[in-house]
T-cell receptor
Framework: DAEITQSPRHKITETGRQVTLACHQT?????MFWYRQDLGHGLRLIHY???????NKGEVSDGYSVSRSNTEDLPLTLESAASSQTSVYFC????????????FGPGTRLTVL | TQLLEQSPQFLSIQEGENLTVYCNSS?????LQWYRQEPGEGPVLLVT?????EVKKLKRLTFQFGDARKDSSLHITAAQPGDTGLYLC????????FGTGTRLQVFP
């Protein structure tokens, strides 16, 4: 069955370190999204991609970067982790833009000490 | 700026009770989605409403899109413990805007 996976599921890191969160989907979807989920804020869009080599900034992109070298993967990199980036991160994908159903991964809980 | 406000934020009820969750905005959306999220998992789509005034039913869940496409509601009839979870509305414009969420706990 097609799926979307994220790794690691839990990560603890220190302030200033570079961290990369992986997202892999086997739906063959063109569109992939990264969100962070914080209490009281719901899900906020970090970056998104409409296809290979395409990347776009979302609402809260400062301190994050993504690259899309193939259809299946959209890794999220925190260049220099900050305590404010402690959150739960979700990757999602779909094949027809924002207005259609997005399929979410199980999330990565990141703690920055 | 939070464009989509959900109320209530928390809801704790007994099995068999009815409840309504509201999703309100001052902005117009082309469509509105409702997701349910369980602990340790990502959100899963329940329904998408597209037309102003549209009503969709999913077993004991009734979803309504406001006439002006600015708001929506989710009504659950005879809630069951299996309905427990975080309910998120999401409005589609140039991107998907998620509401703040309503955490529902249904006790047996």
């Amino acid at each position: 069955d097609a799926e979307i996976t994220q790794s690691p599921r839990h990560k603890i890191t220190e302030t200033g370190r570079q961290v990369t969160l992986a997202c892999h989907q086997t739906w063959n979807h063109n569109n992939m999204f990264w969100y962070r989920q914080d209490l009281g804020h719901g899900l906020r869009l970090i970056h998104y991609s409409y296809g290979v080599h395409d990347t776009n900034k979302g609402e809260v992109s400062d301190g994050y970067s993504v690259s899309r070298s193939n259809t299946e993967d959209l890794p999220l990199t925190l260049e220099s982790a900050a305590s404010s980036q402690t959150s739960v991160y979700f990757c999602a994908s779909n094949d027809r833009g924002f207005s259609t159903e997005q399929f979410f991964g199980p999330g990565t809980r990141l703690t920055v000490l | 700026t939070q464009l989509l406000e959900q109320s209530p934020q928390f809801l704790s009820i007994q099995e068999g009770e009815n409840l309504t969750v509201y999703c309100n905005s001052s902005s117009v959306f082309s469509s509105l989605q409702w997701y349910r999220q369980e602990p340790g998992e990502g959100p899963v789509l329940l329904v998408t409403v597209v037309t102003g005034g549209e009503v969709k039913k999913l077993k004991r869940l009734t979803f309504q899109f406001g006439d002006a496409r600015k708001d929506s509601s989710l009504h659950i009839t005879a809630a069951q413990p299996g309905d427990t979870g975080l309910y998120l509305c999401a409005g589609a414009r140039d991107k998907l805007i998620f509401g703040t969420g309503t955490r529902l706990q249904v006790f047996p």
